[in-house]
């Protein structure tokens, strides 16, 4: 498949770090830049990248022992940008895993950022884009947090730089996503681009129904047949008690449940009244709204509100994918979990298209400048 579209610009190549199943990857090819490296130690990750980018150059190596001159091997001859993306995982701040700034100063990937800013200063790439959890900047380098530093050096390096918190839903995702994103660029000035999509713009929000209503129904436990058409349309298999509570589960998520249903951590009571905390468990996506932000156990039912519309069942790998971005003929490698690992992992498409446009016309805006 092409996951390109044809340049409006042909200098900008994007090289991949944590390129994970290519999410960046896919949006950056539809605004029209070029894919120069993916680079990504998880082999499933790269198995699922390489089915669907034919041709783009792969390390696989760490990039805690990765060498510049390996990535430097594959630069053009030809004049070009340099946009080198890093989007390293984030478990270590999110909420789920980081409940001290002690639990984030322990995770040794915590300095994958720090090889990253590395790798950057040797090169110097025009353009960087960077997409973390909102917790990455509330650690200071003392926590054990390696933002500060990247900026730093991105600033010593005369990088122009620009970050916030962004909702993915306002550029296009058909999701409620929080994400930390950062841009810098050595060719002059740059900010973050406007939202494209809710309130104050043009286009209304993106949801489930817009993504996935026009896929046709399976059943748990079950891949549907037509694997050419509808690929990894597969649900994972639900427990007769899940399946059951499933069957129990309208818009009021478990609150309609008879109270046999219930775990024993939401059973408990406290003056008279059911545990009401983690309400998203065991809950359906609504058909008219984006769905939550997608987790690495997004085909759960018991990990979040995961469960179909309307089907008793989890979501699928493809159902996943949708709400993600990927395009319907990009194909996912390894186990239904590490499938949706991947997925869960990955950069929302739509916001990675919105930054890349951005990037291309932040790149034709200096050349016009400087002449």
Same mark, same amino acid.
């Given at each position: 498949?092409?996951?390109?579209?044809?340049?409006?610009c042909?200098?900008?190549?994007?090289?991949? =770090?944590?390129?994970?199943? /290519? *999410?960046?990857?896919?949006? !950056?090819?539809?605004?029209?830049? +070029?894919?120069?490296?993916? #680079?990504d130690?998880?082999?499933?990750?790269?198995?699922?990248?390489q089915?669907?980018?034919?041709?783009?150059?792969?390390?696989?190596?760490?990039?805690?022992?990765?060498?510049?001159?390996?990535?430097?091997?594959?630069?053009?001859?030809?004049?070009?940008?340099?946009?080198?993306?890093?989007?390293?995982?984030?478990?270590?701040?999110?909420?789920?895993?980081?409940?001290?700034?002690k639990?984030?100063?322990?995770?040794?990937?915590?300095?994958?950022?720090?090889?990253?800013?590395?790798?950057?200063?040797?090169?110097?790439?025009?353009l960087?884009?960077?997409?973390?959890?909102p917790?990455?900047?509330? =650690?200071?380098?003392?926590? /054990? *947090?390696?933002l500060?530093? !990247?900026?730093?050096?991105?600033? +010593?390096?005369?990088?122009? #730089?620009?970050?916030?918190?962004?909702?993915?839903?306002?550029?296009?995702?058909?999701?409620?996503?929080?994400?930390?994103?950062?841009?810098?660029?050595?060719?002059?000035?740059?900010?973050?681009?406007?939202p494209?999509?809710?309130?104050?713009?043009k286009?209304?929000?993106v949801?489930?129904?817009?993504?996935?209503?026009n896929?046709?129904s399976v059943?748990?436990?079950?891949?549907?047949?037509?694997?050419?058409?509808?690929?990894?349309?597969?649900?994972?298999?639900?427990?007769?008690?899940?399946?059951?509570?499933i069957?129990?589960t309208?818009?009021?998520?478990?609150?309609?449940?008879?109270?046999r249903?219930?775990?024993?951590?939401?059973?408990?009571?406290?003056?008279?009244k059911?545990y009401?905390?983690?309400?998203?468990c065991?809950?359906?996506?609504?058909?008219?709204?984006?769905?939550?932000?997608?987790?690495?156990?997004?085909?759960?039912y018991?990990?979040?509100?995961?469960?179909?519309?309307e089907?008793?069942?989890?979501i699928?790998?493809r159902?996943?994918?949708?709400?993600q971005?990927?395009?319907?003929?990009?194909?996912?490698?390894?186990?239904?979990n590490?499938?949706?690992?991947?997925?869960?992992?990955?950069?929302?498409?739509?916001?990675?298209?919105?930054?890349?446009?951005?990037?291309?016309?932040?790149?034709?805006?200096?050349?016009?400048?400087?002449?």
């Amino acid at each position: 498949m092409n996951q390109q579209s044809e340049p409006t610009c042909s200098k900008i190549r994007v090289y991949d =770090f944590f390129s994970g199943c /290519g *999410g960046t990857s896919v949006g !950056f090819g539809r605004a029209g830049i +070029q894919h120069a490296l993916a #680079v990504d130690s998880c082999s499933d990750a790269i198995s699922t990248y390489q089915k669907n980018f034919i041709g783009v150059p792969v390390i696989t190596d760490p990039i805690e022992t990765l060498n510049v001159d390996r990535i430097q091997n594959y630069f053009s001859h030809n004049p070009e940008v340099k946009l080198f993306c890093g989007c390293a995982p984030c478990q270590p701040f999110t909420k789920q895993k980081t409940n001290t700034k002690k639990d984030a100063a322990s995770d040794d990937r915590r300095g994958l950022l720090i090889y990253f800013s590395d790798i950057v200063h040797a090169c110097l790439p025009e353009l960087v884009f960077v997409e973390n959890v909102p917790g990455l900047q509330k =650690f200071s380098l003392e926590d /054990g *947090g390696p933002l500060a530093m !990247f900026i730093s050096r991105l600033k +010593q390096n005369d990088y122009f #730089v620009d970050f916030d918190v962004i909702a993915a839903q306002d550029y296009g995702s058909p999701q409620v996503r929080r994400r930390f994103v950062l841009i810098a660029s050595r060719l002059g000035k740059i900010t973050l681009p406007a939202p494209t999509h809710g309130p104050n713009t043009k286009n209304s929000y993106v949801t489930v129904h817009d993504a996935i209503g026009n896929l046709p129904s399976v059943k748990h436990g079950t891949e549907h047949p037509d694997n050419q058409n509808y690929p990894n349309h597969r649900a994972a298999m639900l427990s007769a008690l899940n399946l059951e509570r499933i069957r129990h589960t309208g818009a009021n998520g478990r609150r309609d449940w008879p109270e046999r249903l219930l775990p024993k951590c939401y059973a408990q009571k406290k003056d008279g009244k059911r545990y009401e905390g983690h309400s998203d468990c065991y809950t359906r996506l609504a058909w008219g709204e984006p769905a939550p932000g997608l987790t690495t156990r997004c085909i759960s039912y018991s990990n979040g509100r995961f469960g179909h519309p309307e089907q008793d069942r989890a979501i699928t790998i493809r159902e996943a994918a949708k709400l993600q971005g990927f395009p319907d003929d990009f194909i996912f490698t390894g186990s239904l979990n590490s499938m949706a690992r991947q997925i869960g992992n990955a950069v929302p498409v739509s916001v990675a298209e919105v930054f890349g446009r951005h990037f291309l016309n932040h790149v034709k805006a200096m050349e016009s400048t400087n002449g």
